[in-house]
């Protein structure tokens, strides 16, 4: 199974700071990553496919980067509304897997 | 508009079985691959299944797999997804969720919650 490792677990950031958070595959994906967002008890939300394309709808303040085994998500000026926890996930081969999650603390 | 409604999830015995139904409407079903993924209490997020659209050929997470049957009938727009033999670490908040080829997961449900205990 490939593992996905995200980094780092938590952070804590304030109002229109710029935030990166990183995925590592334990074996190549080549682009096949996908980055969620969920606030609490909500169900998650699709943000980027393709390791770097944004789904319909998503702020262009969210960004991702990435090949192969190191991704990135980034947030170019944190909104109170961007509270929450962020998942990575390879859908390269099964069983897919996620990261473990980033939480982010405004 | 994208909707998917889980529904049937339930306090059950650890050893008991339930089924599960995800109803879709704002998108051609019948094209679309579609997937289960669950949320123990306070932990992180967890692949469980996986269904295509034409073959219907199906895929599971080790720690289902020989317990959970996933299923969907096209004609009523449904997913589904038996679970037998359920555990306590199968409690969780189970979402469904659609898949686009190539780009994975694009809308998910809202969830509902399965609690195996005695």
């Known amino acids: 199974d490939i593992q996905m490792t995200q980094s780092p677990s938590s952070l804590s950031a304030s109002v229109g700071d710029r935030v990166t958070i990183t995925c590592r595959a334990s074996?190549?994906?080549?682009?096949?990553l996908a980055w969620f967002q969920q606030k609490p008890g909500k169900a998650p939300k699709s943000l980027i496919y393709?390791?770097?394309s944004l789904q319909s709808g998503v702020p262009s303040k969210f960004s991702g980067s990435g090949s192969g085994t190191d991704f990135t998500l980034t947030i170019s000026s944190l909104q109170p509304e961007d509270f929450a926890t962020y998942y990575c996930?390879?859908?390269?081969?099964?069983?897919?897997?996620f990261g473990q999650g980033t939480e982010v603390e405004i | 508009e994208v909707q998917l409604l889980e529904s049937g999830g339930d306090l059950v015995q650890p050893g008991g079985s339930l089924r599960l139904s995800c109803a879709a409407s704002?998108?051609?079903?019948?094209?679309?691959?579609m997937t289960w993924v669950r949320q123990a209490p306070g932990k992180g997020l967890e692949w469980v299944s996986v269904?295509?659209?034409?073959?219907?050929?199906?895929f599971y997470a080790d720690s289902v797999r020989g317990r959970f049957t996933i299923s969907r009938d096209n004609s009523k727009n449904t997913l589904y997804l038996q679970m037998n033999s359920l555990r306590v670490e199968d409690t969780a908040v189970y979402y469904c969720?659609?898949?686009?080829?190539?780009?994975?997961?694009?809308?998910w449900g809202q969830g509902t919650l399965v609690t195996v205990s005695s």
């Open positions: 393709a390791a770097s």
């Open positions: 269904i295509y659209s034409g073959d219907q050929r199906t």
């Open positions: 996930q390879q859908y390269n081969s099964y069983p897919w897997t």
């Open positions: 969720a659609k898949i686009v080829r190539l780009s994975g997961i694009d809308y």
């Open positions: 074996q190549g994906i080549s682009n096949y």
């Open positions: 704002g998108f051609t079903f019948s094209d679309y691959a």
